[in-house]
């Protein structure tokens, strides 16, 4: 039985300049990719990881998954591997890290130490809709994981007293997905994501979860596009190792508890 690791960046601790400064880890918000080549490398050794062992996604708010078993590399053609348009990885291969990039929307880690399964899933809104996170768990239970093995993480989102949508909007979502239904801080109609994908991990059967108690647009230590636009990515890693006995190390500039 090996263990579960789970961790998630703030924005302290890399090399990229305003307005990406400093741990932008997304490689397609408009920084300089030697930058983000550069950060991903500092994130990943700080985590005890090989760079080249990070599954990364080309996020596009649906629900798709990918399941992989290494990185995406070389075609046959000896080309770049293209990396698909998914919004969840999953793995049965310890040892292999996943990552998902967010600047406001919810990054979900998951994982079922037993079984040997984890998963990243990115969850903004339509994605929620979408149901991204309950297929994520779908497929690690089509490769041999059980819900109530599963140990899930939210890390730093915007919050529901931020999250200010139009009042369809908020009806939209909560059609679907009822625990979504939010109010801002001054009384208007908002979405809360984060309760949303805790109350879709319950339904299907995952009881072990938390979330972290950061809001992006809150945190100055962290990356939001509602509130910068223009803004750097922040990651969320899940991988398991065969020593359950190792904690998960820290980040460059991690702090705990702040923001929200
Ligand atoms: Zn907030």
Redesign the pocket.
């Known amino acids: 039985m090996g263990g579960a690791h789970f961790a998630f960046t703030d924005r302290w601790g890399g090399v990229s300049a305003v307005p990406y400064e400093e741990l932008n880890l997304g490689g397609a918000v408009g920084d300089d990719p030697a930058a983000v080549l550069a950060n991903r490398a500092r994130a990943a050794r700080s985590l005890g990881l090989a760079p080249d062992r990070v599954v990364w996604m080309n996020q596009v708010h649906g629900r798709d998954v990918a399941v992989v078993d290494g990185p995406w590399g070389a075609d046959a053609d000896g080309g770049e591997q293209q990396v698909p348009a998914v919004d969840a990885v999953v793995t049965a291969r310890r040892g292999l890290a996943l990552a998902v990039l967010t600047a406001d929307c919810t990054p979900v880690l998951l994982a079922d130490p037993v079984a040997g399964v984890a998963a990243a899933a990115h969850a903004g809104r339509p994605g929620l809709v979408a149901g991204v996170v309950p297929a994520a768990v779908e497929a690690m239970v089509a490769l041999g994981a059980d819900p109530g093995r599963i140990l899930a993480r939210t890390g730093p989102a915007?919050?529901?007293?931020?999250?200010e949508v139009p009042a369809q909007m908020r009806e939209a979502v909560a059609e679907v997905v009822p625990a979504a239904r939010a109010e801002t801080?001054w009384g208007t109609p908002a979405v809360d994501v984060v309760a949303g994908v805790h109350a879709q991990l319950a339904e299907a059967g995952v009881v072990n979860s938390s979330r972290s108690p950061v809001?992006?647009?809150?945190s100055r230590d962290h990356f939001s596009y509602r509130r910068d636009r223009v803004t750097g990515r922040l990651a969320g890693y899940v991988w398991l190792t065969e020593d359950s006995r190792g904690a998960t190390p820290g980040l460059p500039g991690e702090k705990k508890n702040d923001g929200?």
């Open positions: 915007v919050c529901g007293r931020c999250y801080g809001c992006t647009l809150e929200s």
